[in-house]
């Protein structure tokens, strides 16, 4: 029977753990914040002290410039938060350094997945599947028309226009944490070994990807070249540049982009995107639910995304389930 779990609540800005008065991905500076991964809407500066995994930390110090008072904390590694709580950080699979929370205390494990999924990643350890009594996840992408393909064929749709086009460049719009990495990845795992051509914005991040053993082949800045340089060649930026001033320097650049959002063709449209790729590192739909099933928690806690369909999904299945009323959590992707 599970208890009320009165130690840990749900605040607009972020998950209060009560006994040990520390946040969960605060949306708003605190004394102490345990942050899931380094994504913007997780992880903001100002925070007195930051428990989180290496990678996530150095992710931050790049970021936010949040580097003091961080306490690193492994995978598998668990760490007294005081008031009779402990917290173990287990791999959740979304990007480097990203953590699902395992919090226990008076016998009684909540575990708190900040953003996953459960596709294979050579970006990142995947994720890993905990019991618990109560299971706070995401529903990014909460609704049954959220299917996303096997990420090889979109890779090699991607393939395929480049070598259509040798006149041309294919300009790939990829969020700068996760998202361009993977990608990169995911054309080195097919066998492409050009080199990689970056707008200027990406590439600290993909060194920091390195220094912490993940390997993406040989990476260019466009800076300098002319545009007889990058015909035939794949150029990652972020979406902002896709369509502004910077692209103009390319040789009648495809512009593509990668994102769970272009499942949805208005959402491309809008963005003038002709290669829409759909590559997400959120779960979608099948992973939401499955990851529910195989969890099978008492109660599960629904936050930032399309929390109705899955709520409604608990409900037909005889699952305890709310909706939680947080703010401020936007996946970068939007």
Partial sequence: MAGDFS??????????????????????????????????????????????????????????????????????????????????????????????????HAGERVVVTGDYKRRPDPTCSPFTAMACDVFITEATFGLPVFRHPPIEQEIAKLLAVRAANPERCVLVGAYALGKAQRVIAELRRSGYG???????????????????????????????????????????CPPGALNDRWSRRLPDPITAMASGWMRVRQRARQQNVELPLVISDHADWDELTRTIEEVNPADTWITHGREDGLLRWCQLHQRRARALALVGYEDEDE
């Avoid at 930390?57 to 008072?69: D, F, K, P, S, W």
């Avoid at 005081?82 to 173990?88: C, D, K």
Wanted: hydrophobic content about 45%; aromatic content about 6%; proline content about 5%.
């Fill in 7 to 104: 130690w840990i609540r749900a605040e607009p800005w972020g998950i209060h753990v009560v006994p040990a008065d520390c946040w969960i991905d605060p949306a708003r500076a605190v004394a102490h914040a345990l942050v899931t991964h380094g994504h913007s809407d997780h992880a903001r500066g100002g925070h007195g002290g930051v428990v989180a995994t290496p990678a996530t930390l150095a992710i931050m110090a790049v970021r936010t410039g949040a580097a003091a008072g961080g306490v690193p904390l492994e995978y598998g590694e668990t760490v007294s938060l005081g008031g009779g709580v402990a917290a173990t950080f287990v791999p959740a699979g979304h990007v480097l350094g990203s953590a699902q929370i395992v919090l226990e």
């Fill in 194 to 236: 050009e080199p990689i051509y970056l707008h200027g914005a990406l590439d600290r991040m993909c060194r920091l990807y390195e220094d912490f053993g993940i390997v993406l082949g040989e990476l260019r800045t466009v800076l300098g070249l002319s545009r007889d340089a990058l015909r035939g060649q794949i150029v990652l």
